[in-house]
């Protein structure tokens, strides 16, 4: 009998990693863009909107957790 094939493990995403947490519910949370540098030409309320964490939903939060799953 041949022996089984190796499959590959899942690395965690690094990119992910750097911009997506966890909350202790298992909520992904993210900042919204557009809030870090050149903020002079934006308007008060394009930072208050920008400002906040995001709570990803739906399919993308499924995916973002699989990404962070390791």
Do not use: F, I, Y
């Amino acid at each position: 009998m041949p022996a089984k094939a190796k499959t590959g493990k899942q690395r965690t995403h690094g990119g992910a990693k750097k911009r997506v947490r966890l909350t202790g519910t298992g909520k992904v949370r993210m900042q919204k863009a557009g809030c870090r540098h050149r903020l002079h030409p934006k308007n008060d309320r394009q930072l208050n909107l920008g400002g906040r964490l995001l709570v990803v939903e739906g399919k993308a939060a499924k995916t973002l957790k699989t990404m962070l799953s390791n």
